[in-house]
């Protein structure tokens, strides 16, 4: 800056003719900075974040699939139990009306007979034994 004396005494100040540029220049400069400064981070964060997302969906599927195998496995191991007690039940019962059968203790050809044999059948708890 140049300064020049006048005939008051005042000094006057000139201003070189390319300090507007200059301030523009800075102010933008300083807005990319800024604009890198924070853009970077959010760049970052927003992709740490997609993937850890994509982790979290990855190991909930892996998670429910494993419980859905053993929830499966579990049912079918029991309704194996009840379909085998089932057919323990019904072998039994078959195996005691052919004895029953052969010691002449029901007629075959009797409906009565077979029919009252059945209904004493059902009214012992043979099922609750098998289950």
């Not at 220049?25 to 970052?44: F, H, K, M, R």
């Not at 499966?72 to 057919?87: C, I, M, R």
Request: hydrophobic share 45%; proline share 4%.
């Amino acid at each position: 800056m140049t300064s020049e004396g006048t005939t008051q005494g005042t000094v006057k100040v000139h201003r070189p003719p390319c300090s507007i540029s200059i301030l523009l220049l800075v102010v933008i400069q300083t807005l990319v900075v800024a604009l890198v400064v924070l853009l970077v981070p959010l760049l970052l964060s927003v992709r740490n974040t997609r993937d850890s997302n994509q982790l979290c969906v990855d190991t909930g599927r892996s998670i429910s699939e494993s419980l859905v195998q053993k929830i499966q496995f579990d049912a079918n191991q029991l309704a194996v139990s009840a379909v085998n007690s089932w057919l323990t039940y019904i072998e039994d019962t078959i195996t005691n009306f052919n004895l029953a059968v052969q010691n002449n203790v029901v007629d075959p050809f009797s409906i009565d007979s077979v029919y009252g044999y059945f209904r004493l059948i059902v009214k012992t708890p043979l099922i609750t034994h098998y289950t």
